[in-house]
């Protein structure tokens, strides 16, 4: 029992990876997965922005560019080769990983809000660099056609009788569920070990952390390859997901807003806070785009990022534990 | 050939720089004298140029008229803005970067309302000094400046010209620099630095009524080229120095110079790199920029 006590997390890790499995087995429709693709993908990207948000309070604006050097990079591979969506996957998170090394190296030593901005330039950097570089569309746009009966290790993933899944926007639900159980597990144990009390410091006092001897150039440095990576990874599976790409779509704005706005809705400081919010936030968008319009959502998402930066800074999660406290 | 490109190149440059500078001067004040991050600075531009559209279109007023009558709505949203920020962030001494977050929430909102009202599509202006280009030809070479670009250049050099006097001639002005500097001091002397802080970043945001009108006059604008500027803008407070109205003058021309450049050379796609290549640049060789005063640490 206290066994299960101790390893509750990892535990409900499995679990919930198991649920996702078991829903691609069920033949349920298939707008299901395409909604859960999305709150899913932007779970992961809510936790990837929080470990360096959240924990070190470096705002991330840049978002849409790690996403997009992401998706970009697994483009480049499926023209160039016939890399598997696996091997996209950490080519994505290798090439994000190292971008968020590059800047944070060039910036993490001024102020924060440099950092902020410089991420926020990073995006359009890259998105005009795409943007002239026709190997991978350029400004036209790409369209990805998905491996036909594609095998891992051996095994027929996808085929319609004989596959582990039946179709592909289902192995790619259980794909983007099993990245962003990877995210969750990467992010809880950097904030309960010694990597996160360091971040934890730097976020409350940059110069006493320093005084008191934790390298906080080097933490942040790892914080920032750590969460560009996994927002590359999560854009490496864009490409076969949307199955067409422009630069438009891939560097939108509505990356940087979410990734911020879902881990300040659900609180920053904990793990829990990022999925919370992807969960919240993520659902009321998909509900919001079906049935009002793509517009008024982004309205709708833009005045609860302001509402809630202004009256709940420390999102649900914080406010339940203070009243909790009383 | 080349030279004479190359010398067009750099006129064009040149005046480009000044309408660069009347948009940053704005930024200037805000983030460089009052410490106040307003990434949504390019998004109210755009917001006036759509108001200019509009007057332009719909009441046939000019342009240029049009922004000097949106100035003091500017104003009065600039102190509105500013009153919001100081209640929930400076005053309860918030993170810096929760501010940072609100400005990105305000840009996203006026971007997201301007593409509900206004559509996507690029809307021009149409006025008698937009049309036509002076030509002439010196030392054999042709050379051709459009009114367009000659006039936006005549009012955005009297707009900030006038502007940096202000600041560093007037009692109001030197208060405001004094912000700055030692706020404690300031008060000391009698006046109330948050009244001064609300009212520079009032005039801040009131820049972006003329300036809103001359970037329409400039160029084509569609609600979201608010985000290309903020390169533009940002790199040229930082290369200027936070702090320094005049080093931002001197930035907005070198980078108007260099992006017409390398428009000319390789291709207006790129020029978007430009701003935000010399910003990467400066914060990661002389993040003081070429005559800050400000910390950057």
Redesign the interface.
Known sequence: MSLMRQYKFEIGCLVALVLAFTMTQMGLNRFVFFAGFAVLQYAMIATAWNILGGYAGYINFGTAGFLGIGSYTAIALINYSDASIVEQIIAGGVVAGLLGLGIGYFTLRLKGVYFAIATLALAIVVETIVNNWDFVGGAAGVSILPARNPELLGVLVVHKKLGVFSNYKEFLFFLMAALTIMSVWIARTIEKGKLGRGLNAIKDNEEAAECMGVPTLKLKLITTTISGGLMGMAGAVFPSYLTFVDPPTAFNLEFAVNSLAMPMIGGTFTWLGPILGAVLLGTVQQVAIVTISSELNLLILGLLLVIFVIAAPHGFLGWFMKKNKR | MIAELFVNALISGLLLGGFYAAISIGLSISFGLLDT?N?AHPTFLVLGAFLAYILNSEAGMDPLLAGVLMTPLFFLLGLFIYS?YYQ?FEKTS?????G???F???L??T???M??AFGVDHRMVSAPYANGSLGGSILGMELSVPYRMLSVFVVASIMTLGLHLFFSRTFFGRASRAVHQDMLALSLMGVDPIRVKRIAFAIALATCGVGGALMIIMIPIEP?VG??Y??NV??IV?LGGLGSISGTLIAAVLLGVAESVVSTFL?P??S??VS??I??GV??LK?SGMFGVGD??
Do not use: Q
């Open positions: 991050v990434i919001v929930f918030a993170e810096a970067l929760r940072l977050a609100f990105f929430g305000i996203f909102i971007e997201v309302v593409i509900m979201a985000r290309l903020i390169g940002f790199a930082v291709g796609s790129w978007p790199a935000f290549g910003l990467l914060l990661a993040p950057t640490r």
